[in-house]
């Protein structure tokens, strides 16, 4: 339902700036000031576009909360602002769909945070990742690193949450993946393939082929029966 961008403010103060548009309107909601200057990597929305996470050129990572009014900003602890040692590529940053929870790591670190309580609930070692999506349930995270795509379980019972699930991992690593809107299959995108698989059974169920481009996205429609595929040559 939203999108945040991230760039200088509009009206030339030179400031940096995130703003948050409404989906399908591309109507601005917020324009919102950070009273600083410094280059901003990456930008994540909650999907009801009341809380804002961003990591700054510094390797800073902030969070704010979006008040109807006023509009002051307020840094969320645990999420920042916390200083990333080094940052190296992008930092996989992702919220459920239900807005309850924000996944983030670095260094193979993944860190879940309960965006209400502002409390860690998962934190596990599982590997260099560079991206993470959350099912549509919220149970299970989807992350891509070296060593292909794995899932996460991350609202087990405390001793098994993090804990990688019995999948195969795909590699190598799709450049770009999906839920179903169901949870039960995930679609990947490659170079001239999109895969479906089955999460239940693990195995390839389709595969389509495409044009001579690389994928950089693709999604489920709302009904689950037809894939769409965005691809770069």
Same mark, same amino acid.
């Given at each position: 339902?939203?999108?945040?961008?991230?760039?200088?403010?509009?009206?030339?103060?030179?400031?940096?700036?995130?703003?948050?548009?409404?989906?399908?309107?591309?109507?601005?909601?917020?324009?919102?000031?950070?009273?600083?200057?410094?280059?901003?990597?990456?930008?994540?929305?909650?999907?009801?576009?009341?809380?804002?996470?961003?990591?700054?050129?510094?390797?800073?990572?902030?969070?704010?909360?979006?008040?109807?009014?006023?509009?002051?900003?307020?840094?969320?602890?645990?999420?920042?602002?916390?200083?990333?040692?080094?940052?190296?590529?992008?930092?996989?940053?992702? &919220? !459920?769909? @239900?807005?309850?929870?924000? *996944?983030?790591?670095?260094?193979?670190? #993944?860190?879940? $945070? =309960? /965006?209400?309580?502002?409390?860690?609930?998962?934190?596990?070692?599982?590997?260099?990742?560079?991206?993470?999506? &959350? !099912?549509? @349930?919220?149970?299970?995270? *989807?992350?891509?690193?070296?060593?292909? #795509?794995?899932? $996460? =379980? /991350?609202?087990?019972?405390?001793?098994?949450?993090?804990?990688?699930?019995?999948?195969?991992?795909?590699?190598?690593?799709?450049?770009?993946?999906?839920?179903?809107?169901?949870?039960?299959?995930?679609?990947?995108?490659?170079?001239?393939?999109?895969?479906?698989?089955?999460?239940?059974?693990?195995?390839?169920?389709?595969?389509?082929?495409?044009?001579?481009?690389?994928?950089?996205?693709?999604?489920?429609?709302?009904?689950?029966?037809?894939?769409?595929?965005?691809?770069?040559?």
């Amino acid at each position: 339902k939203f999108l945040a961008t991230g760039g200088e403010e509009t009206g030339g103060g030179g400031g940096s700036s995130i703003r948050v548009w409404a989906i399908p309107s591309g109507r601005e909601v917020k324009t919102i000031p950070l009273g600083y200057r410094k280059h901003l990597k990456q930008v994540a929305v909650s999907p009801d576009g009341q809380t804002v996470v961003w990591v700054d050129g510094s390797g800073f990572l902030h969070g704010l909360e979006i008040p109807v009014a006023p509009f002051p900003i307020v840094d969320i602890e645990p999420f920042g602002p916390r200083r990333i040692p080094k940052p190296e590529g992008p930092m996989p940053l992702a &919220f !459920s769909h @239900d807005n309850k929870l924000f *996944a983030t790591g670095r260094k193979g670190h #993944l860190t879940v $945070v =309960d /965006v209400q309580t502002k409390k860690v609930v998962v934190t596990r070692q599982i590997g260099d990742f560079q991206r993470c999506v &959350f !099912s549509p @349930d919220g149970r299970t995270l *989807a992350v891509t690193h070296p060593k292909g #795509l794995q899932l $996460v =379980d /991350v609202r087990a019972d405390e001793f098994e949450k993090g804990k990688v699930l019995q999948f195969k991992p795909l590699m190598p690593a799709p450049t770009c993946f999906a839920f179903s809107p169901d949870g039960d299959q995930l679609v990947t995108g490659e170079s001239k393939f999109a895969r479906i698989w089955d999460l239940t059974t693990g195995k390839e169920t389709r595969q389509l082929p495409l044009s001579d481009q690389q994928l950089i996205a693709v999604a489920f429609s709302a009904d689950g029966k037809e894939v769409s595929a965005v691809g770069i040559d």
